[in-house]
C-alpha cells in the first residue's frame, strides 16, 4: 500500500466541530454542533426548545451526512422577546367586591402587586419568534462545516494508519522469509536438548515428536492469514469512504493471528517483531473506534 492508493479514499473521524449563522433584518441565528464517538447516531439538544418540525429537519440532516457518531446541537438567536400583558377587568372588579363585603379589609387601594399574585388577574404574554427558516440555514451551514471539520481530523488518523499498517505489511514480509529458518531453529533446538540430555529415544521417536513440535509451532498458516486480512485492509481503504466499523472488525480478526503467531515464535529477535505487531494492531484498532 502506498500514499497515493490512500489518496483515492477518504477518513471521517467521528470528532469533530461545526458552527452556522444565518440573519435577517430583525434576528440572528447560531447554531452549534459537536460530535464525538458513539456505534450509532444519538443527537442531544442543549439550550433552546426547538418546535418539532425542526428537530425532524435536524435530524434528517444530520442522518444523511453520517453514519454514526454522537451529535450535541445547540442553537440560540439575538431576538428580544416582548411582553404583552392583559388585566382580567371582570375578576379584578369580583375581587373588590368580595373584599368591600369583608369586614376585614378597611380600603380597598389594589397596587400592581398584589394583583401579580392572585392567579387569574394579570396575563403576562411572551412573544415568540419563529426561528424554523432561519434555523435551517444555519444548521446546514453548520454540518457543512462539521463533515470538513471531521474530514480534517480524518486526514491525521490516515497517517497515523498509513504509518501502521505499512509496518506491519514489511513485518509480516520479514516473517514470511524467516518462516523456514524459524522451524529449522526449532528443530535445532530441540535436537541439542535430547543430545545434552542424553534422553535414550529412537531416530523413529526423535523424527516423530519433531514432527509434532514442527506441527505445533509452523505459522504458515498465520501468515497467510495474516495476508488475508492485510488486503482486506488495503481493498477498504480503496473504498470512497473507509468506514471505521469495518475496519475494526478486520483488526479484530487481525489482532487474534498475531497474537496466536507471537505465541507460536520462540526466536527472540522475531518474536519481539511479532510482539511489535500486536501493539500495531491495537494502536489501529484505537484510531479505528474513532473513524465513521
Given amino acids: 500500500m502506498n500514499v497515493m492508493e490512500l489518496d483515492n479514499k477518504m477518513f471521517y473521524s467521528m470528532t469533530g466541530y461545526g458552527a452556522g449563522q444565518a440573519t435577517s433584518k430583525k434576528m440572528e441565528v447560531l447554531c452549534e454542533i459537536k460530535s464525538v464517538n458513539n456505534r450509532f447516531i444519538d443527537i442531544s439538544y442543549r439550550g433552546y426548545s426547538l418546535p418539532n418540525d425542526l428537530e425532524e429537519y435536524i435530524k434528517n440532516q444530520i442522518k444523511k451526512k453520517f453514519l454514526r457518531g454522537s451529535f450535541e446541537i445547540k442553537i440560540h438567536d439575538n431576538f428580544q422577546s416582548e411582553h404583552s400583558y392583559e388585566l382580567n377587568l371582570q375578576s379584578i372588579n369580583n375581587l373588590k367586591k368580595t373584599l368591600k363585603a369583608s369586614k376585614d379589609f378597611k380600603h380597598l387601594n389594589l397596587k400592581l402587586s398584589d394583583l401579580r399574585d392572585i392567579p387569574g ?27 470538513e471539520s ?94 471505521g466499523k469495518k475496519m475494526d472488525f478486520i483488526l479484530q480478526e487481525l489482532f487474534r493471528e498475531v497474537n496466536t503467531l507471537s505465541v507460536k515464535i520462540e526466536k527472540s529477535d522475531l518474536k519481539d517483531l511479532a510482539l511489535t505487531m500486536k501493539l500495531k494492531v491495537e494502536e489501529l484498532r484505537e484510531q479505528a473506534q474513532n473513524l465513521e
Avoid: P
Fill in 121 to 147: 388577574l394579570l396575563a403576562v404574554q411572551t412573544s415568540k419568534k419563529d426561528i424554523s427558516f432561519l434555523g435551517k440555514k444555519a444548521i446546514n451551514i453548520a454540518i457543512k462545516n462539521l463533515v
Fill in 150 to 243: 471531521r474530514a480534517r481530523e480524518g486526514k491525521k488518523t490516515e497517517k497515523i494508519i498509513l504509518a501502521k499498517t505499512l509496518f506491519l505489511k514489511n513485518a509480516h514480509r520479514r516473517l514470511q522469509k524467516s518462516a523456514s529458518s524459524l522451524l529449522k531453529h526449532r528443530t535445532s533446538t530441540i535436537k541439542k536438548k535430547f543430545i545434552q540430555k542424553n534422553i535414550d529415544i529412537s531416530k523413529d521417536e526423535i523424527a516423530n515428536e519433531l514432527s509434532n513440535i514442527a506441527l505445533k509451532h509452523d505459522i504458515a498458516e498465520e501468515l497467510e492469514r495474516i495476508s488475508f486480512h492485510l488486503e482486506s485492509l488495503n481493498k477498504l481503504f480503496m473504498l470512497k469512504n473507509a468506514h
